[in-house]
């Protein structure tokens, strides 16, 4: 082929391009120190380079999200290490209280200390960085206590990003440190009246009885003894190895033809709750020579010890109160109420035997009380008695308190009897029947023993006075006094205390329907409930505390443990048998999905079918009513041939007939779901539209829940339920109770709150004029164990408990200083659990705040690993990623050098090329 000078000259440009292009690229590669700078370059490293420099970036937002989260769990750090510090003077303070050497001056001191570490940990709690709170969950732009001293932010954790799927939570929330749970803890109940030794007390009671030993005797100058001894009395707590009649004051018995006297017996009612939630009901004698410790066993053995297990320990304190501890950890539902009387409560064959507590009231028998809590009660006793067994024979007291109805204060001699007794009461025997309250009987002995009997009719103008005037007209020389809400009647013709008395005094409050001013049942006359009974007599007829528009119950709803019992149901409705499965979420709050059958105290839950409960209220517009609750698991059909499970009953026509029209049904999800106590399964047969063949199929209906109970307050204490059409037609009625229910929420709000205590806001006015009750409608009943639900009690206080409420702890520790109790004492603040127990329940904030310190101090150095991780990774990536891009300039100015003297001798080339003429082509 022949190659013509063009050829060459092609040639020749094309190979000084490409070296010229190679020059280039090589002094572009030293001048930037990168290989490529475009894709096409070289694909392959720019792939691998774009791959290395996305993780560069993301090993950059690990540290820079670990440096975050490193911040805030070290600000986490710092503020709980103050958190400890702060407790540990807040301890140290509590100790100081406890020396019983202070005087006002000193504790008030304490308490002001107190209450300035009390905010400093209000301060504390609210420390923010970057206008983030660090202790507010995920809402971080919430304050997390407020002024109240209440928990406003979440549970949520939030979580820094360290890789691919991998992320770490960095913050304590403050539900979980403020009310947070330790289940290595155990619940802790005190009971708060002080146990003085009766007989050390009472030495004017005390006689020696034949046979050489001590014996009680309220009646002793009738019996013509004299006291043992003229010691002084003095106020010694009681202990273990002091005897029953020491304990209870309970008379023992004389035997006037043998002139000898023999032990009494005391009698001891207990309810309450086991560790595993099943209650308990116990009625027991002792006699009066028996142990304390004994007794302390009694108890013990009703919680379920036996002589090979114990699940509670039963001490005393050094003030002589019943304490309750569970021995397994982690248990949230323990409960406890005691009595002890004269009365017969365990033995039908006996003389004296009642089986209803309101008979105590009612017949004024002796009791000595072991808790009290001074709650506003329901007025449902009619009859009240005076005793004088109180070691002072002079002195008659009955068991009631006398309240206004709408105001917490005690009655004053000017209050109308109207605003304490009410205008009417429930009837006797009747469940939601009411009459008015027009006039008190009375009746029983004068200070001569005469028999006496007298009548006060009440008109809106009769006051307290009056009825005090009228017992003094009535029972001779007594004098009559109105104090801190107990009616006090003095026999004046008694001098010493431990001389008899003649008087008796018994009120009857009762509906005159004749208006002859006397009490005739033959003329239309009915008793009506309308005395309130003291703590002692009144475990849970109780209205919920009232605060402005808020009403709330004292007690937390806990979920039980056990199994769950469900019925299985054919399609006829027939039972063909019974599923058993675990309660879910046991020891643990109930919300308002919480079936009401899974915290109830049952040992079987088909004890809750047929169980009423009794919901006693004050609608909006401040009007009193009674609702019956009944929670079925076994349906009944009405007139109509409509099928009904559990429902509620408000009696309108007030005759005391479970009338059709006054019974509401309590809906599932639809019209065709009626609620029962517990959840059932209906099966019913079908055809596979798939396959052809029959198969079983499973509807499950869940048992009342909290939802629905709450559904049915707001639906009575507004009034809406008397929209509800509940005539005939089922689908009305539940389209009818929707809308009544969105109507009655318009107005108030009621909720389970997060302790599980029953709350109830009044939307409409504040002060509410609402109150609400609810209780086991047998709840007075001496024997036999009973499923119960509690809202509101006068219960044992708890000292501590694996859930921690930690504000709610420092109030009422500073409370207990302010009060100066050292120990419960129901007669200075029935709730108090004192300084004592206050420091317990610190110590346990104490171990809480350090778990918690603990483990962010663990996240907190976990993120300086990870930071370093991350830097040394980065360095890794960055140094393959140079590998890969960066010149070697070395290698590179070798490349040059040669790339030059190639271009050079290219140069050349042509320079010669170009000077050939034709005569030396040719």
């Given at each position: 082929?022949?190659?013509?000078?063009?050829?060459?000259?092609?040639?020749?440009?094309?190979?000084?391009?490409?070296?010229?292009?190679?020059?280039?690229?090589?002094?572009?590669?030293?001048a930037t120190?990168?290989?490529?700078?475009?894709?096409?370059d070289?694909?392959?490293?720019f792939?691998?380079?774009?791959?290395?420099?996305?993780?560069?970036?993301?090993?950059?937002?690990?540290k820079?999200s670990?440096?975050?989260?490193?911040?805030?769990?070290n600000?986490?750090?710092?503020a709980l290490?103050?958190?400890?510090t702060?407790?540990?003077?807040?301890?140290?303070?509590?100790?100081k209280?406890?020396?019983?050497?202070?005087?006002?001056?000193?504790r008030?001191a304490?308490?002001?200390?107190?209450?300035?570490?009390?905010?400093?940990?209000?301060?504390?709690?609210?420390?923010s960085?970057?206008?983030?709170?660090?202790?507010?969950g995920?809402?971080?732009?919430?304050?997390?206590i407020?002024?109240?001293?209440?928990?406003?932010?979440n549970?949520?954790k939030?979580?820094?990003y360290?890789?691919?799927?991998?992320e770490?939570?960095?913050?304590?929330?403050?539900?979980?440190?403020?009310?947070?749970?330790d289940?290595?803890y155990?619940k802790?109940?005190?009971?708060?009246?002080?146990?003085?030794d009766?007989?050390k007390?009472?030495?004017?009671?005390?006689?020696?009885?034949?046979?050489g030993?001590l014996?009680?005797?309220?009646d002793?100058?009738?019996?013509h003894?004299?006291?043992?001894?003229?010691?002084?009395?003095?106020?010694?707590?009681?202990?273990?190895?002091?005897?029953?009649?020491?304990?209870?004051?309970?008379?023992?018995?004389?035997?006037?033809?043998?002139?000898k006297?023999?032990?009494?017996?005391?009698?001891f009612?207990?309810?309450?709750?086991k560790?595993?939630?099943?209650?308990?009901?116990?009625?027991?004698?002792?006699?009066?020579?028996?142990?304390?410790?004994?007794?302390l066993d009694?108890?013990?053995?009703?919680?379920?010890n036996t002589?090979?297990?114990?699940v509670?320990?039963?001490?005393?304190n050094?003030?002589?109160?019943i304490?309750?501890?569970?021995?397994?950890?982690?248990?949230?539902v323990?409960?406890f109420?005691m009595l002890?009387?004269?009365?017969?409560?365990?033995?039908?064959?006996?003389?004296?035997?009642?089986?209803?507590?309101?008979?105590?009231?009612?017949?004024?028998?002796?009791?000595n009380e072991?808790?009290?809590?001074?709650f506003?009660?329901?007025?449902d006793?009619?009859?009240i008695?005076?005793?004088?067994?109180?070691?002072?024979?002079?002195v008659?007291?009955?068991?009631?308190?006398f309240?206004?109805?709408d105001?917490?204060?005690n009655?004053?001699?000017?209050?109308?009897?109207?605003?304490?007794?009410?205008?009417?009461?429930i009837?006797?025997?009747s469940d939601?029947?009411?009459?008015p309250?027009?006039?008190?009987?009375?009746?029983?002995?004068?200070?001569?023993?005469?028999?006496v009997?007298?009548?006060l009719?009440i008109?809106?103008?009769?006051?307290?006075?009056?009825?005090?005037?009228?017992?003094k007209?009535?029972?001779?020389?007594v004098?009559?006094s109105?104090?801190?809400?107990?009616?006090?009647?003095?026999?004046?013709?008694?001098?010493?205390?431990?001389?008899p008395?003649?008087?008796?005094?018994?009120?009857?409050?009762?509906?005159?329907?004749?208006?002859?001013?006397?009490y005739?049942?033959?003329d239309?006359?009915?008793?009506v409930?309308?005395?309130?009974?003291?703590?002692?007599a009144?475990?849970d007829?109780?209205?919920?505390?009232?605060?402005?528009?808020?009403?709330?119950?004292n007690?937390?709803?806990?979920?039980?443990?056990?199994?769950?019992?469900?019925?299985?149901?054919?399609?006829?409705?027939k039972p063909v048998?019974?599923?058993e499965e675990e309660?879910?979420?046991?020891?643990?709050?109930?919300?308002?999905?919480?079936?009401l059958?899974?915290v109830?105290?049952y040992?079987?839950?088909?004890?809750?079918?047929?169980?009423?409960?009794?919901i006693?209220f004050?609608?909006?517009?401040?009007?009193?009513?009674r609702a019956?609750?009944?929670?079925?698991?076994?349906?009944?059909?009405?007139?109509?041939?409509n099928?009904?499970?559990?429902?509620?009953?408000?009696?309108?026509?007030?005759d005391?007939?479970?009338?059709?029209?006054?019974?509401?049904?309590?809906?599932?999800?639809?019209?065709?779901?009626?609620?029962s106590?517990?959840?059932?399964?209906?099966?019913s047969?079908?055809?596979d539209?798939?396959?052809?063949?029959?198969?079983?199929?499973?509807n499950?209906?869940?048992?009342?829940?909290?939802?629905?109970?709450?559904d049915?307050i707001?639906?009575?204490?507004?009034?809406e339920y008397k929209?509800?059409?509940?005539?005939?037609?089922?689908?009305?009625?539940y389209?009818?109770?929707?809308?009544?229910?969105?109507?009655a929420k318009?107005?108030?709000?009621?909720?389970?709150?997060?302790?599980g205590?029953?709350v109830?806001?009044d939307?409409?006015?504040?002060?509410?004029?609402?109150?609400?009750?609810i209780?086991d409608?047998?709840?007075?009943s001496?024997?036999?164990?009973?499923?119960?639900?509690t809202?509101?009690?006068?219960?044992?206080?708890?000292?501590?408990?694996?859930q921690?409420?930690?504000?709610?702890?420092?109030?009422?520790?500073?409370?207990s200083?302010?009060?100066g109790?050292?120990?419960?004492?129901?007669?200075?603040s029935p709730?108090?659990t004192?300084?004592?127990?206050?420091i317990?329940?610190?110590?346990?904030?104490?171990?809480?705040?350090?778990?918690?310190?603990?483990?962010?101090?663990?996240v907190?150095?976990e993120?300086?690993?990870?930071?370093?991780?991350?830097?040394?990774?980065?360095?890794?990536?960055?140094?393959?990623?140079?590998?890969n891009?960066?010149?070697?300039i070395?290698?590179?100015?070798?490349?040059?050098?040669?790339?030059?003297t190639s271009?050079?001798?290219?140069?050349?080339?042509?320079a010669?090329?170009?000077n050939?003429?034709?005569?030396?082509?040719?």
């Amino acid at each position: 082929m022949r190659v013509t000078q063009l050829t060459q000259y092609n040639n020749f440009v094309l190979n000084q391009q490409n070296t010229l292009s190679e020059l280039n690229k090589v002094q572009t590669q030293i001048a930037t120190g990168k290989k490529i700078e475009n894709m096409y370059d070289d694909p392959v490293v720019f792939t691998k380079y774009l791959k290395l420099d996305e993780e560069i970036n993301s090993f950059t937002q690990i540290k820079s999200s670990a440096q975050f989260a490193k911040t805030f769990a070290n600000e986490t750090d710092t503020a709980l290490n103050d958190f400890v510090t702060t407790l540990d003077s807040f301890k140290t303070n509590l100790l100081k209280a406890a020396n019983d050497t202070n005087d006002v001056t000193s504790r008030e001191a304490i308490v002001k200390e107190l209450q300035g570490e009390l905010e400093h940990l209000k301060d504390l709690s609210n420390t923010s960085i970057d206008g983030k709170y660090i202790f507010s969950g995920s809402k971080f732009n919430t304050k997390p206590i407020d002024d109240n001293y209440e928990y406003q932010g979440n549970d949520q954790k939030v979580k820094a990003y360290l890789g691919a799927g991998v992320e770490r939570e960095y913050n304590i929330d403050g539900k979980t440190l403020f009310l947070g749970r330790d289940d290595d803890y155990k619940k802790h109940l005190s009971l708060n009246v002080v146990q003085y030794d009766k007989m050390k007390a009472n030495p004017e009671f005390v006689v020696r009885g034949s046979d050489g030993k001590l014996y009680i005797d309220k009646d002793i100058k009738a019996h013509h003894k004299i006291p043992d001894s003229e010691d002084v009395p003095t106020n010694e707590p009681i202990t273990g190895e002091s005897q029953i009649r020491m304990l209870t004051g309970v008379s023992d018995e004389y035997d006037k033809a043998k002139d000898k006297y023999s032990d009494g017996k005391s009698y001891f009612y207990l309810k309450g709750r086991k560790p595993n939630g099943e209650t308990f009901t116990k009625s027991f004698a002792l006699s009066n020579s028996y142990s304390v410790n004994y007794l302390l066993d009694k108890i013990g053995e009703a919680f379920g010890n036996t002589t090979t297990s114990k699940v509670v320990d039963v001490s005393l304190n050094d003030m002589g109160q019943i304490q309750i501890k569970d021995i397994a950890s982690g248990k949230m539902v323990s409960d406890f109420y005691m009595l002890a009387t004269n009365a017969n409560i365990s033995d039908p064959s006996k003389p004296n035997y009642t089986t209803d507590i309101k008979d105590l009231v009612k017949d004024g028998y002796y009791v000595n009380e072991f808790q009290k809590s001074d709650f506003d009660s329901v007025r449902d006793t009619s009859t009240i008695t005076a005793q004088n067994k109180d070691f002072d024979n002079r002195v008659f007291k009955f068991a009631s308190d006398f309240k206004l109805i709408d105001n917490p204060r005690n009655a004053l001699p000017n209050d109308k009897l109207q605003d304490v007794l009410g205008s009417e009461a429930i009837v006797d025997g009747s469940d939601t029947q009411t009459e008015p309250v027009s006039a008190i009987k009375l009746s029983g002995t004068d200070t001569n023993g005469k028999d006496v009997s007298s009548t006060l009719v009440i008109n809106s103008d009769t006051t307290m006075q009056n009825l005090m005037d009228k017992i003094k007209d009535t029972f001779g020389d007594v004098s009559v006094s109105l104090e801190n809400g107990k009616l006090i009647i003095t026999d004046n013709k008694v001098e010493n205390k431990n001389d008899p008395s003649k008087l008796s005094v018994k009120l009857q409050a009762f509906y005159d329907a004749d208006n002859d001013g006397g009490y005739n049942p033959a003329d239309g006359d009915k008793l009506v409930g309308a005395f309130r009974r003291s703590d002692f007599a009144n475990e849970d007829k109780l209205f919920l505390n009232s605060d402005g528009a808020t009403i709330q119950g004292n007690v937390s709803q806990v979920i039980r443990e056990g199994i769950r019992k469900i019925v299985v149901y054919d399609e006829s409705g027939k039972p063909v048998g019974v599923r058993e499965e675990e309660i879910e979420n046991p020891q643990t709050y109930a919300n308002k999905d919480t079936r009401l059958a899974d915290v109830a105290g049952y040992k079987d839950s088909s004890e809750l079918d047929g169980k009423e409960f009794v919901i006693n209220f004050k609608d909006k517009d401040g009007n009193y009513k009674r609702a019956i609750l009944t929670l079925r698991d076994t349906p009944y059909t009405d007139a109509n041939g409509n099928m009904h499970y559990s429902t509620f009953w408000v009696d309108e026509n007030n005759d005391g007939v479970r009338d059709d029209n006054e019974v509401y049904d309590i809906f599932g999800n639809s019209a065709g779901e009626l609620t029962s106590a517990n959840d059932r399964i209906t099966l019913s047969t079908q055809v596979d539209p798939k396959t052809c063949k029959i198969c079983t199929k499973e509807n499950r209906e869940k048992g009342m829940t909290y939802k629905q109970l709450n559904d049915v307050i707001s639906l009575l204490v507004t009034g809406e339920y008397k929209n509800i059409d509940n005539s005939g037609d089922q689908q009305q009625e539940y389209d009818t109770t929707q809308q009544a229910l969105q109507a009655a929420k318009t107005q108030v709000d009621t909720h389970l709150d997060d302790k599980g205590r029953l709350v109830l806001n009044d939307k409409t006015e504040n002060p509410t004029k609402i109150k609400l009750s609810i209780f086991d409608k047998d709840t007075d009943s001496t024997s036999g164990d009973s499923p119960m639900l509690t809202f509101q009690s006068n219960d044992a206080l708890t000292v501590d408990s694996p859930q921690v409420d930690f504000f709610g702890t420092l109030q009422k520790a500073i409370d207990s200083v302010a009060n100066g109790l050292n120990y419960p004492d129901s007669e200075k603040s029935p709730r108090d659990t004192g300084i004592q127990g206050a420091i317990e329940a610190i110590d346990h904030l104490q171990d809480h705040i350090r778990r918690n310190h603990a483990k962010i101090g663990a996240v907190s150095n976990e993120f300086d690993l990870t930071i370093q991780r991350t830097d040394m990774l980065k360095v890794n990536v960055q140094q393959l990623q140079s590998d890969n891009i960066d010149t070697d300039i070395g290698e590179a100015s070798m490349r040059l050098n040669s790339l030059q003297t190639s271009y050079q001798a290219l140069l050349a080339s042509i320079a010669k090329v170009n000077n050939i003429t034709l005569l030396n082509y040719l």
